[in-house]
């Protein structure tokens, strides 16, 4: 009889132990899939932001378009950075945080060309900024988890490296 007793109560003092660290575990899992969503939905916007500012560079003209939520989007970014905040480097979160400062420039500078004469030459200079613009937004988007790439801009980082 003593022996059920002191084994009864070996196991609730063992659940009693377990029960909060199993629900540690699984707050820790629930934070890491929570931040690693988020780091994809960020670096998603990033490719998009990338792709659109690459094909705005090789364009002549400005681009013209009705929804800069849609053309050129912040809101992953916006919903998404208190989840990656102190998940990433320090260095990373400040180049995350510049290149989304950059991408409310330019959603203003688009914005701005959209009011103007759909014919308005895209300067060579202002093209050569928006591809390395897109070429850093790469490089982020890749530290962040979602890879990939141009031949460019790969071609672009060895000539940086040598």
């Not at 060309?113 to 759909?118: G, H, L, Q, S």
């Not at 928006?130 to 141009?150: C, D, F, P, S, T």
Request: hydrophobic share 45%; aromatic share 8%; glycine share 8%.
């Amino acid at each position: 009889m003593i022996a059920g007793v002191l084994f009864s109560l070996g196991g609730v003092l063992l659940g009693a132990f377990l029960t909060p660290l199993t629900q540690l575990f699984l707050e820790r899992k629930r934070e890491r899939h929570a931040t690693d969503r988020a780091k994809l939905l960020v670096a998603a916007e990033l490719l998009q932001a990338q792709m659109i500012l690459r094909t705005v560079s090789k364009g002549e003209h400005w681009p013209c378009y009705e929804d800069p939520n849609a053309f050129l989007p912040t809101s992953a970014w916006r919903e998404n950075q208190s989840s990656i905040a102190g998940q990433v480097s320090e260095d990373l979160w400040v180049q995350i945080v510049m290149a989304y400062s950059l991408l409310e420039y330019d959603r203003a500078r688009f914005a701005a060309a959209n009011k103007i004469p759909a014919a308005t030459p895209l300067t060579a200079e202002v093209a050569k900024g928006m591809k390395e613009e897109a070429i850093n937004l790469g490089r982020l988007r890749r530290q962040l988890g979602l890879g990939g790439g141009w031949l460019d801009e790969f071609e672009e980082k060895l000539k940086v490296e040598t």
